[in-house]
C-alpha cells in the first residue's frame, strides 16, 4: 500500500517506531535503548498486587508506542525472524485457537517465567480471564450455570443487548462474506472489564482489527500495556500466527501485510534491567 511508511526511526520522544523489510530483534533492540533512558517510576500496583514498596517493580516507561511492522510469511520465518519462547509460544497459540474456552489450560503452567508463581493469579483453579475464553466467548460450556429468573441452571449465556456474541470463528466468515470490510475486530477487553468492579486482573490486548487491502491481510493489534522483557517478543510472534491462521481460513492467497501495534504503556520493570539490557547486543 502506498501509504504505509517504509523507514525505521523513533521520534523526538521515543513513542513511534516504523519497520519494514526488517529483523524484529532490531526493533525490539531500538525500542529497549529508548525505554531504558527513561527514568523510572513505581505505580503503585502490579496486575492489581500492591507493589508501592518494591523497587523491583520501578517501571521504565513509554506511552502511546505505535510500531509498524511487516508481517513475515510463515511459522518457520516468524520464528526465524522474531525468535519467541519455545516450544510455549507455538503451543500456547494453538491453544488460543484451538476453539474452546478453556481456563486455565495446559501452557499457562509451562510459561518461561513463572519463576515459581505459576498459581500467583489463580482463583479457585482459575485466572479471572485468558485468551481462550476471549477468542471463544460463544463456548459456553466451559462457563458455570447460572439459575434463571425461575430458579432452573441455564449455561450462563453470552449475549449483548440485542445481538448474540460473536467469536474468532466469526470474524473470519464475516471476512469471507465481505473482503472489504471494515468491520473486522476481535475484542479481548470486555465489558466485565471496565473499571475492574471487582478488583479483578484485566487483559493486557484490548483487541485485532482485521483488514484486507490491495490482496494483503493487515493486523492492527491494541494494547493498553505491555512489558518488553517477558511478553513482547512472544506477544508479536502470537499476533502473526493469528494474522496467518485468519489468512489460511479466509483465502490463503492473501499475502501478509503490516501488524500495526498501539501500545499505551510500553515497559519494562527495574528489577530486568540486567535482562532488557540484553536486548542491546
Known amino acids: 500500500m502506498n501509504n504505509i511508511l517504509s523507514w525505521s526511526d523513533l521520534d523526538d520522544n521515543g513513542h513511534l517506531f516504523v519497520a519494514n523489510d526488517q529483523h524484529f530483534i532490531d526493533l525490539r533492540r531500538a525500542l529497549a535503548k529508548r525505554l531504558l533512558q527513561t527514568e523510572p517510576v513505581n505505580h503503585g500496583k502490579w496486575q492489581q498486587l500492591d507493589v508501592s514498596q518494591s523497587d523491583a517493580h520501578k517501571t521504565y516507561e513509554l506511552l502511546n508506542v505505535a510500531i509498524w511492522y511487516q508481517m513475515p510469511f510463515g511459522q518457520k ?7 519467541p519462547d519455545l516450544p510455549w509460544a507455538e503451543r500456547h497459540f494453538q491453544e488460543r485457537v484451538g476453539g474452546q474456552a478453556i481456563n486455565p489450560g495446559v501452557e499457562h ?14 482463583k ?24 434463571n429468573l425461575f430458579g432452573y441452571n ?8 440485542r445481538f448474540p456474541t460473536g467469536d474468532l470463528n466469526d470474524v473470519v466468515e464475516q471476512l469471507r462474506s465481505d473482503i472489504g470490510t471494515r468491520q473486522a475486530y476481535l475484542p479481548i477487553f470486555f465489558p ?28 492492527q493489534y491494541n494494547m493498553r500495556s505491555c512489558e518488553i522483557y517477558r511478553h513482547f517478543t512472544n506477544d508479536v510472534y502470537m499476533a502473526v500466527r493469528l494474522a496467518e491462521w485468519v489468512r489460511d481460513r479466509v483465502n490463503p492467497e492473501l499475502d501478509l501485510g ?5 501500545i499505551v504503556s510500553f515497559h519494562g520493570f527495574v528489577g530486568d534491567t540486567n535482562e532488557i539490557e540484553r536486548f542491546l547486543d
Open 154 to 161: 441455564v449455561p450462563a449465556q453470552w449475549n449483548g443487548y
Open 109 to 122: 503452567a509451562n510459561w518461561p517465567y513463572h519463576a515459581n508463581g505459576a498459581k500467583l493469579h489463580l
Open 77 to 83: 520465518a516468524a520464528v526465524d525472524f522474531i525468535e
Open 124 to 147: 479457585n483453579g482459575k485466572y479471572d480471564h485468558n485468551y481462550m475464553e476471549r477468542f471463544w466467548p460463544k463456548d459456553i460450556s466451559m462457563h458455570p450455570v447460572l439459575p
Open 192 to 219: 466485565e472489564d471496565t473499571g475492574a468492579t471487582k478488583g479483578q486482573r484485566v487483559p493486557c490486548t484490548l483487541g485485532y482489527h482485521f483488514i484486507v487491502r490491495e490482496g494483503k491481510l493487515h493486523v
Open 258 to 262: 503490516q501488524l500495526t501495534m498501539n
